[in-house]
């Protein structure tokens, strides 16, 4: 079965620690992203990428770090420079957006990694 | 820019009544529009998508949504809830100046009693 996996599904850190959360797809999609959910805020875009060994900033970078070596995987690196990390992290996947490809407007996403820090 | 306005954030509803969840964009170009449902502690999943062509779209577990360009809206329905669609619903949009990029409503709860 093609999919999204995440994991762990939930995390656990002290304040000050730097946190790594897994992202990996079998779709052979191109461009993936990470999204941070806060509760009554919707999906707030953190980092993307189109391709192999190229990312952007989302709206909410700051205090987050990603790497993307692998098509296959996108791992979102929360840092301590993050002030508030306590949150649920989704990742998504969709094919590549050439112009006029209007199926790489639809993303599927992981089961999401539940992070508390304390 | 883009944005979209899901106006109840909660959404109270008897078990096989109907239910409309609203969604309203801006947008300056051609939009797609999604709907997407998340069960606690889950990821989401698509429940339907506007590219083009017809207007009112059918999407997975009895749901439907009709785009309407001059209101700007892409309200969710469905004529008869069951328990088991009790979730979270977001509304999303993009257009063709925003790459691949989704903006998500705030989300609506749908909570079905029995």
């Known amino acids: 079965d093609g999919g999204i996996t995440q994991s762990p599904k939930y995390l656990f850190r002290k304040e000050g620690q730097n946190v790594t959360l897994s992202c990996e797809q079998n779709l052979n999609h191109d461009a993936m992203y990470w999204y941070r959910q806060d509760p009554g805020q919707g999906l707030r875009l953190i980092y993307y990428?189109?391709?192999?060994?190229?990312?952007q900033k989302g709206d909410i970078a700051e205090g987050y770090s990603v790497s993307r070596e692998k098509k296959e995987s996108f791992p979102l690196t929360v840092t301590s420079a993050q002030k508030n990390p306590t949150a649920f992290y989704l990742c998504a996947s969709s094919i590549y957006g050439k112009p006029g490809r209007v199926k790489a407007y639809e993303q599927y996403f992981g089961p999401g990694t539940r992070l508390t820090v304390t | 820019a883009q944005s979209v306005t899901q106006l109840d954030s909660q959404v109270p509803v008897f078990e096989e009544a109907p239910v409309e969840l609203r969604c309203n964009y801006s947008?300056?170009?051609?939009?797609?529009l999604f709907w997407y449902v998340q069960y606690p502690n889950q990821g989401l999943q698509l429940l339907l998508k506007y590219l083009s062509g017809s207007t009112l779209v059918k999407g997975i577990n009895g749901f439907e949504a009709e785009f309407n360009k001059s209101q700007t809206s892409f309200h969710l329905r469905k004529p008869s809830v069951h328990i088991s669609d009790t979730a979270e619903y977001f509304c999303?949009?993009?257009?063709?100046?925003?790459?691949?990029?989704?903006?998500f409503g705030g989300g609506t709860r749908l909570m079905v009693k029995p």
């Open positions: 990428s189109q391709i192999v060994n190229d990312f």
């Open positions: 999303a949009v993009s257009d063709n100046n925003a790459g691949n990029m989704l903006t």
């Open positions: 947008s300056s170009v051609s939009v797609y």
